[in-house]
């Protein structure tokens, strides 16, 4: 997985937090994904998936804004997206259903991102 990149992976960043979204989305960019978002809630997130192709993945904040970010991780799991979650939760805060979805805990990295969407996008 050591040499796994994002180069021309479409990767959704759903984020709330403007400065950590903007970061995370041109950290991402440096290593050669395309950027779909940031989006900072549900709303959003939904309506660029239905006038986007398919991403590659997502990285979704649990919690936007106070809403817990569930329903979408739903509508991406049943899109076929792979995904993580990031999160200053710990796991007890994610439903039993997403067991087997990774999760970075904030502060994050893109190393550990790049990582994380490695294993969901090749499992």
């Given at each position: 997985?050591?040499?796994?990149?994002?180069?021309?992976?479409?990767?959704?960043?759903?984020?709330?937090?403007y400065?950590?979204?903007?970061?995370?989305?041109?950290e991402?960019?440096?290593?050669?994904?395309?950027?779909?978002?940031?989006?900072?809630?549900?709303?959003?997130?939904?309506?660029?998936?239905?006038?986007?192709?398919?991403?590659?993945?997502a990285?979704?904040?649990?919690?936007?804004?106070?809403?817990?970010?569930?329903?979408?991780?739903?509508?991406?799991?049943?899109?076929?997206?792979?995904?993580?979650?990031?999160?200053?939760?710990?796991?007890?805060?994610i439903?039993?259903?997403?067991?087997?979805?990774p999760?970075?805990?904030?502060?994050?990295?893109?190393?550990?991102?790049?990582?994380?969407?490695?294993?969901?996008?090749?499992?």
């Open positions: 997985m050591a040499d796994f990149t994002l180069h021309q992976c479409r990767i959704l960043v759903v984020e709330d937090e400065l950590l979204a903007d970061e995370l989305a041109l991402l960019a440096d290593e050669g994904a395309v950027v779909l978002g940031p989006v900072s809630n549900i709303s959003r997130a939904l309506a660029l998936l239905d006038e986007e192709a398919r991403p590659d993945g990285i979704l904040d649990i919690n936007l804004g106070g809403e817990p970010a569930f329903p979408l991780a739903d509508a991406l799991i049943n899109r076929g997206v792979p995904l993580v979650f990031t999160t200053g939760y710990d796991a007890r805060a439903p039993e259903r997403f067991a087997g979805i999760r970075c805990e904030k502060p994050i990295s893109i190393g550990r991102i790049t990582a994380a969407l490695g294993k969901a996008m090749h499992s």
